[in-house]
C-alpha cells in the first residue's frame, strides 16, 4: 500500500534542537511514524524531560545533548551515537536561534552567535552524519530553513542571511552527494506559533500583519510542518533532491 512509503519502522532519527517547539514535534512525528529517536539540544535537564516526554508516548528514544555549532562535539556525538545505537538513517538539522535589533545597531557577537548556531550548527553536523551515509550509500537529511530563506524582514538581517545560507547548502549538498543516494532537502516553515513566539502571537499589531499577509489567514501550527518532514525522511521521497519545501500558508506565493 502506498502509506507504507512513509513507513520509518527500523530508522534511526537525529533530530537537531529537539527539545522544544518545532524540533521537538518533528522528533514526535518521526517517532509515531517508527523511527528510533535520538533528540538534541545544549542543555541536558531540558533535553532529558523532553526525551521523558516522548518515553511517555510510547516512544522510543536516547538524548544527546552537545553543542551543534562545535564541529568537534557534533563528530564526537556522532560517532557515540553509532557506535551504541546504530546508524543515522535521517538527520533533520532543526537547531536555531534568533536574535533582533536594527541593523546599524546589530551587536556583532549576536551576528557571529547566530551564524554559529544556524549555518555552523548545520554544516557539522550535517558533515558528521554525511561521512556514514556515504560509505553505507544511503540516507537522509532534512535542513530546516525559513521563508526567511526566501523573504527579508526589517530587524532580523542575520536571521535571514543565515537561513539563505542554509538554503543554498542544502543545494550544495544534493549537487554532492546525491549521487551517493542520499536525499538531502528542506523545510521552509513560514510564521509558526512557538513558545519561542509567544511574544509576536500577543503583539496584536504584529499578528494581524502575520495574518493579513498569510493568505491561508493565520499562524501555523507546530503539527503542520511535521507531514513534510515524515515525507522528506521516508521512501516517498527517494527522487526528490535539493528541494525546499514551504510550509508557510502561502505566504510566499502571493504579494
Not at 498569510?214 to 518532514?229: I, L
Amino acid at each position: 500500500m502506498p502509506v507504507t512509503l512513509f513507513d520509518l519502522t527500523g530508522r534511526i532519527a537525529l533530530v537537531s534542537g529537539s527539545s522544544r517547539g518545532i524540533g521537538l514535534a518533528l522528533a514526535r512525528g518521526l517517532g509515531e511514524a517508527g523511527a528510533q529517536l535520538v533528540v538534541n539540544g545544549r542543555d541536558a535537564a531540558t533535553l532529558e524531560s523532553a526525551a521523558g516526554e516522548l518515553r511517555a508516548a510510547g516512544l522510543a528514544v536516547h538524548a544527546a545533548p552537545f553543542d551543534v555549532g562545535d564541529p568537534e562535539a557534533c563528530a564526537a556525538a556522532v560517532g557515540r551515537i553509532e557506535a551504541e545505537i546504530g546508524p543515522i538513517d535521517i538527520l533533520v538539522n532543526n537547531a536555531g536561534i534568533q536574535r533582533r535589533a536594527p541593523f546599524v545597531d546589530f551587536p556583532a557577537e549576536a551576528y557571529r552567535e547566530v551564524q554559529r548556531v544556524n549555518v555552523d550548527g548545520v554544516f557539522f553536523l550535517a558533515q558528521a552524519v554525511a561521512r556514514g551515509m556515504v560509505a553505507r550509500q544511503r540516507g537522509k537529511i532534512v535542513n530546516i530553513c525559513s521563508v526567511g530563506s526566501e523573504l527579508g524582514r526589517a530587524t532580523i538581517v542575520p536571521y535571514t542571511t543565515s537561513k539563505g545560507a542554509v538554503r543554498m547548502l542544502t543545494r550544495g549538498l544534493c549537487a554532492e552527494l546525491a549521487r551517493h543516494n542520499i536525499q538531502i532537502n528542506g523545510i521552509a516553515p513560514g510564521y509558526i506559533g512557538t513558545d519561542l513566539n509567544k511574544d509576536l502571537m500577543a503583539d496584536k499589531a504584529f499578528s494581524g500583519w502575520v495574518e493579513a499577509r498569510t493568505p491561508a489567514g493565520r499562524w501555523g501550527t507546530v503539527e503542520e510542518v511535521v507531514g513534510a518532514c515524515i515525507f522528506l525522511a521516508s521512501r516517498a521521497s527517494d527522487y526528490v533532491n535539493g528541494h525546499i519545501l514551504y510550509v508557510d500558508g502561502g505566504i510566499t506565493a502571493a504579494l
